[in-house]
Nanobody, 124 residues
């Protein structure tokens, strides 16, 4: 089994920054692609960013492109989401996910493991 634990969420003013971390444990390896998704109350779960197993390829949803950066440190079994220039519409519960495949995916149903999530709230 693979266990994912997110951290780094909190309350921040618009224009501020946060860095989310996702620590993986259990049956983990560098062959897993990783992704970040978010969900606000009453809204659909939304793809945010993804990174390939090797870290050489990334993908972002248009609304965060240029503001968010996904990265990974396979030696630490950790993936990060650096969020800059935060907006109130970024407020959501953020989830880390792992996919037992090499390439990244923007589809939530293609990910096998999910963390509990961490709350991000951006005030205006």
């Amino acid at each position: 089994q693979v266990q994912l634990v997110e951290s780094g969420g909190g309350l921040v003013q618009a224009g501020g920054s946060l860095r989310l971390s996702c620590a993986a444990s259990g049956r983990t390896s560098s062959s897993y692609a990783m992704g970040w998704f978010r969900q606000a109350p009453g809204k659909e779960r939304e793809f945010v960013a993804a990174i390939s197993a090797s870290g050489d390829s990334t993908a972002y949803t248009d609304s965060v492109k240029g503001r968010f950066t996904i990265s990974r440190d396979n030696a630490k079994n950790t993936v990060y989401l650096q969020m800059n220039s935060l907006k109130p519409e970024d407020t959501a519960h953020y989830y880390c996910a792992a996919r037992r495949w090499l390439n990244a995916s923007t589809k939530n149903y293609e990910y096998s493991y999910w963390g509990q999530g961490t709350q991000v709230t951006v005030s205006s």
